[in-house]
Each structure stands twice: as C-alpha cells, then as structure tokens.
C-alpha cells in the first residue's frame, strides 16, 4: 500500500540523483543505496532499512519513498500519475518488482478486502455485540408492549436497564434490524 501518490520519481531522477553532503552521507546514487538495503531472497526481498507501518522507506532529495516505488521505477520506469505501486505477495517490505503491481487506491481497497487485511469494522448488532444490555428476546418484548406512559421506567427496572436503553428500542433508535412481530 501506497500512502501517497508521488509524481517526480523516475529512473532518471534516480540515476542522477546524489545525496548532499549536508547530512554527512558519502555522494552515492541513490539506486546504489536502495541496493544496500535490498536483502534479496528467492521469494520476497527485504528491506533491511527504515520501516514506517511495515513498509521500506529511503529518502530521495530530502523526501521519504517508499522502497517498492523505488523499485518498480528502478525495474520498470516511472509510476503514471494516478497509480499506486502495490504488492501481490501482501508483504510490505519487500522490493521484489516481481511482487510489484500497478493499480488505483480502489484496486489496493479491493485486493485489501478480498484478502481479508487491513482494519475493516465489523458492525455488531443488538446481542452480537459484546456490550448489549439485552438480547433479541427482551427486544421483542419490548416492542409487543403498549406505548403508555411508564412502561419504559417499569421494563427498564424489570430487566436491570436504563429507562433511556428502553425508550431506544421502543423509538426504533436501536435494534432496528429486530421485527416487530417476527423472527
């Protein structure tokens, strides 16, 4: 995953780029430094440098790359505009352009989800959640009783609730996916 869509990194600028010596490091390419981090292996190369959440980052003119964007520009040329450099082998660190691909932020999405990573939240409703006062049976419950005055006050103590927890249910604030009469 690429946090960023950076324009202005290409092979060339690579091949001709030099450290300055303001930060002390000796003038050297930058792709003869991207080839000292690189740990190649037989299957995904590491990267043996500065991570930033798993992923390989050097600095090219003062600002962080990502290390597989350096590589693919290295093996392939310049990132189009637009694109993200991403990994088929859902290893962050590697630099392996064999396990670089080109894609949008909603292929990165799609591949993110298809493959079950990344935080996506799981909406846990009425007694899934872990922090429900009550279970679908009280709700129905609550739900087949008349709407009068008091009877939120009186359930909420019956069930060892909150008047306001009784109230939600009764205004179909909460528990909406419950049916009044069904399952």
Not at 30 to 53: D, M, Q
Not at 56 to 64: A, K, Q, T, Y
Not at 98 to 122: A, C, E, W
Request: net charge positive.
């Amino acid at each position: 995953m690429d946090k960023r869509n950076t324009s202005g990194l290409s092979k060339e600028t690579l091949k001709g780029l030099c450290k300055s010596g303001k930060s002390g490091y000796p003038m050297e390419s930058y792709e003869s430094r991207f080839w000292h981090y690189v740990v190649r292996s037989n299957k995904c190369w590491g990267w043996s440098a500065t991570l930033c959440y798993g992923y390989g980052l050097m600095m090219i003119r003062g600002r962080r790359e990502m290390a597989h964007r350096v590589s693919w520009v290295i093996h392939n040329g310049p990132v189009p505009k637009g694109l993200w450099v991403l990994h088929c082998c859902d290893n962050p660190p590697c630099t392996n352009p064999k396990h670089l691909f080109l894609g949008t932020i909603h292929d990165n999405l799609n591949d993110m989800r298809s493959k079950g990573r990344g935080y996506v939240p799981q909406t846990r409703r009425g007694g899934d959640c872990t922090l429900a006062k009550l279970t679908s049976k009280d709700v129905r419950f609550i739900l087949a009783l008349p709407r009068e005055r008091g009877v939120a006050t009186r359930i909420a103590k019956r069930l060892s609730v909150n008047a306001s927890t009784i109230q939600k249910v009764m205004d179909r604030k909460t528990w909406k996916h419950i049916s009044v009469g069904g399952k």
